[in-house]
């Protein structure tokens, strides 16, 4: 079996968009072929009992999962699997089928080890997208569903967008994640505001009794993130998952004027945002935290700050599959060093 470092000069030769659509049609075969699957899991997938949860009524053999934008038309659950996640989060899913916007769309800033991305929710919308769920859900690993307004959408409809997703999928979901913060469709982060996720979550909630959570995104005061945060929550929202892409383009040397960043650079804007978050809500209610997560122990530092779960996106294209296994083995030294033998003992530590 090739490692990643051997193949990893010869994707990067490749536009990042083309890389992923190798990297994804590699990760589709693992469900038709056992021995791949069965030897992906042996090497990446890593069960601990520190590292086990029980969350929205599923268990989550490890806290690690996959971010939106990964596998945006639930193709890739075995493969996804297979390189260690402990759970997965497919989309943005919008309710029409949508191309994105147009290409170039996605670069990576190699020396900072971060992508930039203007994809714009591109997805093969609602219909054929809720077959895939239905025809797999529930399945071995907790699923995620991250939803979204189409470009189209005026912002006075985008609700109806919301509503029309959640109607529809909540039955093959473990939890729903309302996205209102991606740059990438003209307008979206507009709806941060707490007249639309209090009309949004009081129509929502009527709707499911399926966890809904509400990303957030990096590029407000910390006031204006705790605000809002605590906002949803007393809305409704089920929990925070802090945080989507930043646009601030001073982070990278040589940045594109679209789009927004993520990977290393995003790492301290975050975890800046995420803390301040965890002050005011954790014990209140599920957070997960998400952006620049790449080591062991900086996915511990949003454990103890909070975070009962973690997710990565980038790193893996940096560092491959390898890194998945890498943190929850990681993880594990990392709580024992500390005396904790259970990860619900270590999550917001720093809190107490």
Not at 34 to 61: D, I, Y
Not at 89 to 98: A, F
Not at 110 to 117: P, R
Not at 179 to 206: M, V
Request: glycine share 8%.
């Amino acid at each position: 079996m090739l490692d990643y470092e051997s193949l990893k000069p010869w994707l990067f030769k490749l536009q990042p968009e083309n890389a992923h659509t190798v990297a994804a049609a590699v990760l589709r075969s693992a469900s038709f072929c056992p021995p791949l699957f069965n030897g992906w899991m042996a090497k990446h997938f890593v069960t601990h009992p520190s590292l086990t949860q029980e969350l929205f009524g599923r268990t989550f053999l490890n806290p690690v999962g996959l971010a939106a934008g990964f596998d945006k038309n639930a193709t890739m659950f075995h493969g996804i699997m297979s390189l260690g996640f402990g759970f997965s989060e497919i989309g943005t899913l919008t309710p029409k089928p949508q191309e994105g916007n147009p290409r170039p769309r996605l670069w990576r800033h190699i020396e900072e080890e971060s992508l930039q991305n203007a994809m714009g929710f591109n997805n093969d919308g609602l219909f054929r997208i809720s077959h895939r769920l239905k025809n797999i859900y529930p399945f071995s690993t907790p699923i995620g569903v991250n939803i979204g307004k189409n470009k189209i959408t005026p912002d006075d409809k985008a609700i109806k967008d919301y509503t029309t997703l959640i109607k529809a999928l909540h039955e093959y979901a473990d939890y729903m994640v309302i996205n209102i913060s991606s740059p990438n469709t003209p307008g979206l982060r507009d709806l941060q505001n707490e007249a639309f996720i209090s009309q949004l979550f009081a129509e929502a909630k009527a709707l499911t009794t399926k966890p809904i959570l509400l990303k957030i995104a990096p590029d407000m005061t910390e006031d204006q993130a705790v605000a809002l945060c605590v906002h949803a929550v007393e809305s409704g929202a089920d929990g925070i998952i802090a945080t989507n892409t930043t646009i601030d383009y001073s982070l990278v040397s040589e940045p594109e004027d679209m789009g927004g960043l993520s990977g290393e650079v995003l790492r301290e804007r975050s975890f800046y945002i995420f803390d301040a978050i965890a002050r005011e809500l954790y014990g209140k209610t599920t957070l997960i935290s998400v952006g620049g997560i790449s080591t062991p122990e900086e996915a511990y530092r949003r454990i103890r700050a909070g975070a009962s779960l973690v997710q990565i996106y980038t790193s893996l294209i940096f560092k491959g599959p390898e890194v998945v296994e890498e943190i929850n083995s990681g993880l594990i030294d990392l709580l024992a060093s500390d005396g904790f033998t259970s990860i619900t003992e270590a999550i917001g530590a720093d809190r107490r």
